[in-house]
C-alpha cells in the first residue's frame, strides 16, 4: 500500500523532508500546506504537487495517511491536533511545541486520539541525531557498561547564527513564538542525547544570555547549563550561537575504564583495547552539514515501522524530556535574562 504524505509548512526544514520522502518507496508526497502564498508557489514548482492555504482544507482534499509538521515552533500544536483529529498519523519537527503546557496537550492527544477504524494515530519526533552512528555506539558503549560506570559527560554546540536567520524569519527571535531561543531551537538536540546517552535528567543549573545579538533577539544565544542525571553523574553543556562558523558538536563521556569523543568522528579508547573510530554518514544533498546526517535515516524508520502500528520509539512522551530539560534551565534561579549588567569596561585597571 502506498502511503500519502502531507508537508504543513514549506521553509527551511521541509526541504530535507521532501528529500527523504522522494527517497522511500511506497510513499508519494501528495500536497503541501503553507500560510504563505509565496511558499505555495515555491512548493508548486519545486515539488510540482497542489497546496493548501490551512492543515483542514490540506487534509480535506488530499487525504494524507502521514503529516509532516515543519512549521514554527507556535505552530506546532493546532497542526498536530488538526491531523490527528484526522485520524492521521504525525510526524512533527523539534521541539514538541514551544511551550510546557502545548506540549502537554498534544501528549494528551496523542494517547486519547482514536481514528474510525480504532486505530491510535502514531506520532513522531524529529531528533535525528539519536539515529548517528556515533550517538548510537556511545548508547550501546554506555548501556553495556563496556568500559565499566559513566562518570559524566561534557557538550559543545558551537555554532553560527547571524541576525538575518532572525530577521529573514522573525518567529526564531521571540518568547511568544519559539519558546526561546538556542537551547530550544538548536542545542535542544544535544541536551536530548545527554538524556538519552547518560540517563534521566533529575537537576539542570544553567545560564543563559543574549550575549551577541541583543540588538536583534529578545531569546538568548548563549548557554552553559549542568545537568544531573539520576545516577548522580552530570553532563555540562556548553552552548553558543555566537561562533564565527558552525563548528562540529562535540560530546564527551568520561567512563570508568575508557572515553568516548564524538564530533566529525567517534573516537574510542579504553584501556587494554585498540582505540576504535566511527566514521559518521554524510549529509544529505538537502539537509545543512549542522543539522547532522540522519533526516533521512529517521524519517524511513518511522515509515518502516507504519504497518506494525506500534508506537515511534521517539514519541511525544519523550519529546518532552529535553523540552523540560530546557524550559527547567530558562526558569532557574535567577530567572531569564543572565545579561551582563553593563558592556565592559576596558578602561578598567582591573581588565588590563
Ligand atoms: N531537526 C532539525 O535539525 C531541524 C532543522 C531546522 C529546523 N527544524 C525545525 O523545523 C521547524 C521549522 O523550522 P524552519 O526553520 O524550517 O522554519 P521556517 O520559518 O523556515 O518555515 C516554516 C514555514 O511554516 C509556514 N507556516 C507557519 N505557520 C503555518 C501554519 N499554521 N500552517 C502552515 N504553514 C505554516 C511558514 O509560512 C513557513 O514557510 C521548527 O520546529 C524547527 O525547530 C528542525
Not at 493548501?52 to 507556535?74: G, L, M, N, Q, Y
Not at 519537527?93 to 501528549?107: G, Q
Not at 474510525?116 to 555506539?137: D, E, I, T
Request: proline fraction near 5%; charged fraction near 25%.
Amino acid at each position: 500500500m502506498t502511503l500519502r504524505a502531507l508537508i504543513v509548512g514549506y521553509g527551511s526544514v521541509s526541504a530535507v523532508h521532501a528529500e527523504a520522502l522522494r527517497s522511500i518507496s511506497d510513499v508519494e508526497l501528495v500536497g503541501v500546506c503553507d500560510v504563505a502564498p509565496e511558499r505555495r508557489d515555491a512548493a508548486e514548482c519545486e515539488l510540482a504537487v497542489p497546496t493548501a492555504s490551512t492543515v483542514e482544507d490540506a487534509i480535506r482534499r488530499f487525504a494524507p495517511d502521514v503529516v509532516h509538521v515543519t512549521t514554527p515552533h507556535h505552530e506546532h500544536e493546532s497542526v498536530i491536533l488538526a491531523a490527528l483529529g484526522a485520524g492521521c498519523d504525525v510526524l512533527t519537527e523539534k521541539p514538541i511545541s514551544s511551550d510546557l503546557s502545548s506540549a502537554d496537550r498534544i501528549v494528551a492527544a496523542a494517547e486519547n486520539t482514536k481514528s474510525q477504524s480504532g486505530r491510535s494515530p502514531r506520532v513522531g519526533v524529529c531528533f535525528q541525531n539519536r539515529y548517528n552512528l556515533s550517538a548510537q555506539a556511545m548508547k550501546e558503549t554506555v548501556d553495556s557498561r563496556r568500559f565499566g560506570a559513566p562518570l559524566g559527560a561534557v557538550a559543545t554546540v558551537a555554532w553560527h547564527r547571524p541576525p538575518e536567520y532572525y530577521t529573514s524569519k522573525p518567529w526564531r527571535g521571540s518568547w511568544a513564538t519559539s519558546g526561546g531561543g538556542l537551547l530550544i531551537n538548536q542545542a535542544i538536540h544535544t541536551v536530548d542525547l545527554l538524556q538519552w546517552i547518560m540517563g534521566p535528567v533529575v537537576a539542570v543549573r544553567g545560564r543563559v544570555g543574549t550575549d551577541a545579538l541583543s540588538e536583534v533577539i529578545e531569546v538568548e544565544d548563549t548557554a552553559t547549563l549542568t545537568l544531573t542525571h539520576e545516577s548522580g553523574v552530570r553532563s555540562i553543556l556548553m552552548a553558543t550561537n555566537a561562533a564565527p562558523t558552525n563548528l562540529p558538536v562535540t560530546l564527551d563521556i568520561a567512563m570508568e575504564h575508557g572515553n568516548m569523543r564524538s564530533g566529525t568522528e567517534l573516537l574510542m579508547t579504553g584501556d587494554g583495547t585498540p582505540d576504535e573510530v566511527i566514521k559518521e554518514r554524510l549529509p544529505s544533498d538537502r539537509a545543512k552539514a549542522y543539522w547532522g546526517s540522519s533526516h533521512i535515516e529517521l524519517i524511513r524508520d518511522f515509515y518502516e515501522s507504519h504497518e506494525d502500528g506500534e508506537t515511534f520509539w521517539i514519541d511525544p512522551n519523550e519529546a518532552m524530556k529535553s523540552l523540560r530539560i530546557v524550559k527547567a534551565a530558562y526558569d532557574g534561579a535567577g530567572g531569564f535574562p543572565h545579561r551582563a549588567a553593563r558592556d565592559l569596561d576596558l578602561g578598567n585597571p582591573y581588565l588590563r
